[in-house]
């Protein structure tokens, strides 16, 4: 008989992000940093896709992290090389690591 797991996946990307953030502060935010907040949501996100979605990714970022900010939340960054970035929506304490 195969013991079971207790270990979370490796890969977090599976989960859905379901912040409790208020309709009234999304709806503040520009149409394309919107649709670069919804993909956000459902998992983390290469820059090579989020600049099919906003040619000026990284301000609207800038725009979802201050939208943010009284959550608790933040856009976290992760460097992958090669010009690549991994992008996804965590806590405040986990861009400090």
């Given at each position: 008989?195969?013991?079971?797991?207790?270990?979370?996946?490796?890969?977090?990307?599976?989960?859905?992000?379901?912040?409790?953030?208020?309709?009234?502060?999304?709806?503040?935010?520009?149409?394309?940093?919107?649709?670069?907040?919804?993909?956000?949501?459902?998992?983390?996100?290469?820059?090579?896709?989020?600049?099919?979605?906003?040619?000026?990714y990284n301000a609207r970022i800038y725009e979802i992290r201050e939208m943010?900010?009284?959550?608790?939340?933040?856009?976290?960054?992760?460097?992958?090389?090669?010009?690549?970035?991994?992008?996804?929506?965590?806590?405040?304490?986990?861009?400090?690591?």
């Amino acid at each position: 008989m195969l013991a079971q797991s207790t270990e979370l996946p490796l890969f977090d990307d599976c989960f859905v992000f379901n912040p409790s953030v208020r309709d009234e502060d999304i709806e503040r935010l520009t149409e394309q940093a919107r649709a670069v907040y919804d993909r956000l949501r459902r998992g983390a996100v290469l820059n090579t896709e989020l600049s099919r979605l906003a040619m000026q990714y990284n301000a609207r970022i800038y725009e979802i992290r201050e939208m943010l900010k009284p959550y608790g939340l933040t856009v976290n960054r992760e460097s992958l090389g090669d010009g690549i970035n991994r992008y996804k929506i965590g806590s405040k304490t986990e861009a400090g690591k």
